[in-house]
């Protein structure tokens, strides 16, 4: 059997969707996702209709195949940051600074991929199932965080627990590894608004919500991180630079 010629086949398929999902992207610059259509992307790319159907055969799949590939970029630039910073002996506190940093950039550096992951949604368009395992990079990050600082004793209690019984999906316990002990029981409840508190700020300051009332939107960003792990009980050293 020729293996060059598998080669040559293997880098057959992959390169349409390659090309295709690139030229989506700029769309997504220019247009937003839901200027997005398979039409476009043919003529901009110069592969005939046809054939990009034949690799996505609706826009809807082409706008999976992006969504996944930005949950994926996100979350590996935030596990490239926490292990550059555990692998430091960086304490829980400046990992996660680490990682929300990392956050930060990718999504400056990738505003329209950021729009379609985190911006309003796309009308006509549901991310499927599948998109469920690259977008919970994200929160598994923190998650891995939170239970690494617990784990160390780096946690200081609450003051006060979240009222009534657990507010949790099975999922979200799972992914933390399980519920722990009182008096941090209602730990995951807490990851969970620092993770929408970290998105919120991100959104923020990726659409210029804050420019107009921050004079040093970076150091603002790392306050703010800083303020919102109070809530875990968890000190972010904000002297300590782990970029």
């Given at each position: 059997m020729d293996v060059s010629a598998i080669s040559s086949n293997e880098e057959e398929d992959i390169t349409p969707a390659v090309v295709i999902k690139d030229i989506a992207r700029q769309q997504?610059?220019?247009?937003?996702?839901?200027?997005?259509?398979?039409?476009a992307v043919s003529r901009d790319s110069g592969i005939p209709v046809a054939d990009v159907e034949a690799v996505f055969p609706h826009r809807d799949d082409l706008l999976t195949?992006?969504?996944?590939?930005?949950?994926?970029?996100?979350g590996e630039?935030?596990?490239q940051a926490d292990a550059a910073a555990a692998g430091a002996g960086a304490s829980g506190g400046a990992r996660l600074l680490a990682v929300t940093r990392a956050l930060r950039q990718w999504s400056f550096d990738n505003t329209a991929e950021f729009t379609l992951i985190y911006g309003s949604p796309v009308p006509d368009y549901h991310a499927p199932q599948e998109t469920v395992p690259s977008a919970s990079r994200t929160p598994a990050v923190l998650a891995g965080?939170?239970?690494?600082?617990?784990?160390a004793g780096e946690l200081a209690p609450p003051r006060r627990a979240v009222p009534g019984p657990p507010l949790l999906l099975p999922e979200a316990t799972l992914l933390f590894?399980?519920?722990p002990e009182a008096p941090f029981s209602d730990i995951i409840e807490r990851g969970?608004?620092?993770?929408?508190?970290?998105?919120?700020?991100?959104?923020?300051?990726?659409?210029?919500?804050?420019?107009?009332?921050?004079?040093?939107?970076?150091?603002?960003?790392?306050?703010?991180?800083?303020?919102?792990a109070e809530s875990i009980g968890l000190e972010v050293p904000l002297t300590e630079h782990t970029d």
């Open positions: 997504l610059v220019k247009l937003g996702a839901s200027g997005l259509s398979l039409e195949a992006l969504v996944i590939d930005a949950y994926d970029a996100s630039a935030m596990e965080i939170v239970r690494s600082a617990l784990e590894g399980g519920v969970i608004v620092l993770w929408s508190n970290l998105i919120g700020l991100l959104v923020f300051q990726v659409f210029s919500r804050t420019h107009d009332s921050v004079r040093d939107e970076v150091a603002f960003f790392d306050y703010a991180i800083a303020v919102a």
